[in-house]
């Protein structure tokens, strides 16, 4: 009776498969009607008991209805249509082939195998369809795989490929496990074979494509247009400031939600400027307070100015605790840099000069501060304003005090030689720096690209930059030496696919919506940044910059005749030339505004050494350290003097408009004096300076000086170190450990001259 039930229960699942089967086949192709034969084919496979076994090693019965709907997509893709011959011809062919392997296990992969060879008799042009789909299956797979493997190191070992990310914290993995499957899907849905292709070779480096398919880059954010009249933050309306403590919160806010929509750096323009009016409201309040309690009008003056001043030194700290301690929801902490220097008023000297003071004296325990890392701060000079006598010249000194205690702030030139400060001059319009180093070209009210008229001014506040992707120069001259071509040649071809890269950018970020970023687009932050939710942010791209990137220079240098930036640096200088030169002429061809950016290279110093020794092995001071030169700065082991060092570096400043900073090492130990000559040659030439210093903190005793290991002190190794990574600063030791990867440690270790 058993068997009896269980032949019956056989053949009622072989019937509704059979009845399943016929309608799929009916279905899927023309005529409706087909022969028993075809059926019957089928039949005989699935009652063979045949197991197919899959990728993840689980067994699962075979049923050709699987494969025709598999070869009738394939088919479709192709605009054709199997009529019932071909299908039969495929399905006797794949039985046939089955049958003759003997077996009822069968892997999945000899299935495509045999499904492959069954579609190349009839249509090839299907087969090869079937082939690019299983491929990109396959290369799916190994994507996801590789996100695995990237995803269980973040979580179980860190991540050191951006020093503002603390890859310890549980925020910071999630968005680094979503950042690498966000820059596999770029590569897999973005670039073509030959952007690939150099990427993986090392001729090009596209930065940070973790973010680059829904996002911009750096940005000199109009906080001021945001705050005016009020705005709205997710879904909430704030008021405008009415006081300068509120003042110091909003802005916080502002800063903290809008960073966290971009990528790279977030500068706030001229903040002295941004927060006197609120400083001015507050002293007016509290001025009315102290006369209405019946003090004379200059007693409530001085106390008035006295509560602003605590408002003052109460939101500098506020912020540098929020920018230093708060991650963004991209899991880092934003890269924040704030100008300052150039407020004549009283409150604007007053927040100048505080920022410094409380950016000097550190943050941590009594008798144990040290100096935070954000905001990084810039000091906009201006001689006719801070030179000796000048109406800022104790805002002037306030800044060099704070750069010999805290390397911060940098100095940015506005009279000196060179493009910020000839923009200044004429137009008194401050070009600040994005991020460590970027900077915007020139875009016109009305004129654009270049003015209307002689009345037309440029615009840079509220503007940004859309993403930058690096030339690897050595390789190049590598690549075309060994193939016999011409270098620029060769040049020619990669400058090429970072145009097209750049064009592609524009276009697909030109079709997002306002709504991804509302303070950007909606509220004022950005130029023109006043559409609806729903409206395309296209025409606010116009005025965007996009940056070819520059690394390695001197490394160029060395591979091209054995010597380096310092010792000769004309084939370089020529490169350079003829770089700026065709990317003039791509700007005027495409209508974008490209730039030319002087790499940083945090992660990318290593990884290009490893590029170019896989291609063309190890080569004396090219290949064989384990770091590259960023940009055009001297290598960091040549035994120059600081002034030396400035004068060859300046050979190649107007040729890195898009990006650029100089900086020396001051081996001087607090030294003011000196301190202050470099940053007057620095200002002459027209130089954005950085000040560098190698900070160390006992953290057992409090003890500081420059470039400790060991405490001299207390004998403690628990140390906090403070280098700069490139245009800012990082800790280089911190509870034993760095954030700085190890390319970017070995460099610091070989630092001579910066």
Not at 416 to 444: D, H, N, Q, T
Not at 450 to 475: C, Q, T, W, Y
């Amino acid at each position: 009776m058993q068997s009896s039930a269980k032949n019956n229960s056989d053949l009622n699942e072989n019937k509704q498969q059979n009845e399943v089967l016929a309608n799929a086949v009916k279905k899927m192709a023309n005529p409706s009607d087909f022969t028993p034969q075809l059926l019957l084919d089928m039949q005989i496979l699935n009652e063979n008991k045949i197991c197919i076994v899959k990728k993840d090693g689980t067994h699962e019965k075979f049923n050709i209805q699987k494969i025709i709907n598999a070869i009738s997509k394939s088919a479709e893709r192709m605009l054709i249509k199997f009529n019932e011959n071909q299908l039969r011809q495929i399905c006797n062919i794949v039985k046939e082939q089955i049958l003759l392997l003997n077996k009822n296990d069968i892997d999945i992969k000899e299935i495509h195998f045999i499904v492959e060879t069954a579609l190349d008799a009839v249509s090839p042009k299907v087969a090869q369809s079937y082939r690019n789909y299983r491929n990109y299956k396959t290369e799916f797979v190994h994507m996801l795989d590789k996100v695995y493997r990237e995803s269980q190191k973040i979580m179980y070992i860190g991540d050191k490929e951006n020093s503002n990310a603390d890859s310890a914290l549980v925020s910071t993995k999630r968005s680094l496990i979503f950042n690498q499957l966000n820059k596999e899907l770029y590569k897999q849905f973005f670039l073509n074979v030959d952007e690939l292709q150099a990427i993986r070779d090392g001729y090009i480096y596209i930065h940070d494509m973790s973010a680059r398919r829904d996002t911009m880059n750096c940005c000199l954010f109009n906080v001021g247009e945001v705050l005016k009249g009020g705005f709205e933050m997710g879904n909430l309306w704030y008021n405008e400031p009415k006081s300068l403590d509120v003042a110091f919160d909003v802005i916080g806010d502002i800063v903290m939600a809008a960073a966290s929509q971009q990528y790279g750096g977030f500068t706030v323009p001229e903040v002295d400027k941004l927060l006197a009016p609120y400083a001015q409201r507050t002293f007016d309040r509290q001025l009315e307070r102290y006369t209405c309690m019946g003090l004379s009008l200059e007693k409530a003056r001085e106390e008035a100015v006295k509560d602003v001043q605590n408002d003052f030194e109460q939101g500098f700290q506020g912020w540098e605790y929020k920018f230093n301690t708060v991650a963004s929801s991209r899991g880092d902490y934003p890269f924040i840099t704030m100008t300052i220097g150039l407020g004549l008023g009283e409150f604007e000297k007053m927040a100048s000069k505080t920022m410094l003071r409380i950016r000097e004296k550190g943050q941590g325990k009594k008798n144990n501060k040290k100096p935070v890392l954000f905001p990084k701060v810039v000091f906009l000079y201006d001689e006719e304003l801070h030179g000796e006598g000048k109406p800022l010249y104790d805002v002037y000194k306030a800044g060099v005090e704070c750069s010999k205690r805290a390397m911060y702030p940098d100095w940015l030139s506005l009279t000196g030689e060179g493009y910020v400060a000839s923009i200044y001059k004429k137009y008194k319009k401050v070009i600040s720096p994005m991020g460590c180093r970027a900077f915007l070209s020139p875009w016109f009210e009305r004129g654009g690209m270049k003015p209307a008229d002689e009345n037309d001014e440029p615009v840079f506040v509220g503007r940004f930059n859309i993403g930058a992707v690096s030339l690897h120069l050595p390789m190049i001259l590598a690549k075309a030496r060994k193939e016999n071509k011409d270098f620029y040649e060769v040049l020619d071809y990669y400058m090429e696919l970072i145009r097209k890269i750049h064009i592609r950018t524009y276009e697909y970020l030109g079709e997002m919506r306002a709504s991804v970023n509302p303070l950007a687009y909606c509220e004022g932050g950005f130029y023109g940044g006043h559409l609806k939710p729903h409206d395309k942010i296209k025409p606010i791209l116009k005025s965007a910059t996009a940056s070819f990137g520059i690394t390695a220079l001197n490394e160029l240098q060395e591979l091209y005749n054995g010597k380096s930036l310092v010792e000769d640096g004309q084939f370089a200088l020529e490169v350079m030339e003829y770089i700026n030169k065709k990317i003039n002429e791509y700007k005027e061809q495409d209508g974008n505004l490209y730039a030319i950016y002087g790499t940083p290279a945090e992660r990318l110093c290593g990884l290009q050494v490893e590029q170019f020794r896989n291609k063309y092995g190890i080569q004396e001071k090219v290949s064989d350290r384990g770091y590259v030169s960023n940009s055009f700065h001297c290598h960091v082991t040549e035994h120059v003097t600081p002034i030396q060092k400035q004068d060859l570096e300046k050979r190649f400043w107007d040729l890195f408009n898009g990006g650029k900073i100089q900086y020396v090492k001051y081996p001087i130990s607090y030294n003011t004096e000196a301190i202050e000559t470099l940053i007057h040659r620095a200002m002459d030439k027209g130089f954005y300076e950085g000040v560098n210093l190698s900070l160390a903190y006992c953290d057992d005793c409090g003890h500081q000086e420059l470039s400790m290991d060991v405490c001299p002190k207390c004998g403690s190794k628990n140390l906090t170190k403070i280098d700069r990574m490139n245009g800012y600063l990082s800790y280089s030791r911190v509870n034993g450990d760095t954030r700085l990867n190890e390319a970017k440690m070995e460099e610091i270790k070989d630092r001579v001259s910066m």
